[in-house]
T-cell receptor, first 116, second 115 residues
């Protein structure tokens, strides 16, 4: 009954390296989201996905790539990491079904990424 | 575009007292949801309370309640009988009731509860 898992929980990398953050859910929720959290900005949407093979940009997509070949996985890749991408990254899901829970999102534990 | 504003970056309260966190939002939508999330030092995002815009009655969850003023676009969170475990960052969030939309967050309010 894990719900949403993210890996790694902590990551230190260097400028210019490629980094992939993993997100896995056990609920088969339709929607998945990636947010980044920075002091003074709250959480901002990077990318989201409505279903397998359907993705779209959020507020801050530059420098990031996503894919969703399977419903349960939604990896986020930083193709060439920059210091400005140092942040805490949250994956979230939303069921897309049911009147009351339709708009509630469930969050993973977060990944703290440091780019040196 | 929708925006969410939390005007209090930090607040502090003594145990057992009541504290109110402010949130205002801007939208032209009529059908939406509002949430308060708690983020303790563990970083986990925990849903505290939700409010459907079409409901006039203010939501309540144990010691947590909201004052939802739709016309004023205000959505404050009241924490009664504050406990040390309430120490956390609190985020107000908005979402349109529409497929494919994501939460829009305020910048957060850090609440410290002291004994």
């Amino acid at each position: 009954d894990a719900g949403i898992t993210q890996s790694p929980r902590y990551k230190i990398t260097e400028t210019g390296r490629q980094v992939t953050l993993m997100c896995h859910q056990t609920w088969s929720h339709s929607y998945m989201f990636w947010y980044r959290q920075d002091l003074g900005h709250g959480l901002r949407l990077i990318y989201y996905s409505a279903a397998a093979d359907i993705t779209d940009k959020g507020e801050v997509p530059d420098g990031y790539v996503v894919s969703r070949s399977k419903t349960e996985n939604f990896p986020l890749t930083l193709e060439s990491a920059t210091r400005s991408q140092t942040s805490v990254y949250f994956c979230a899901t939303r069921s897309g079904r049911g009147a009351v829970l339709y708009n509630e999102q469930f969050f993973g534990p977060g990944t703290r990424l440091t780019v040196l | 575009a929708q925006t969410v504003t939390q005007s209090q970056p930090e607040m502090s309260v003594q145990e057992a007292e009541t504290v109110t966190l402010s949130c205002t939002y801007d939208t032209s939508e009529n059908n939406y949801y509002l949430f308060w999330y708690k983020q303790p030092p563990s970083r986990q995002m925990i849903l505290v309370i939700r409010q459907e815009a079409y409901k006039q009655q203010n939501a309540t969850e144990n010691r947590f309640s909201v004052n939802f003023q739709k016309a004023a676009k205000s959505f404050s969170l009241k924490i009664s009988d504050s406990q040390l475990g309430d120490t956390a960052m609190y985020f107000c969030a908005f979402i349109k009731n529409q497929a494919g939309t994501a939460l829009i967050f305020g910048k957060g309010t850090t609440l410290s509860v002291s004994s």
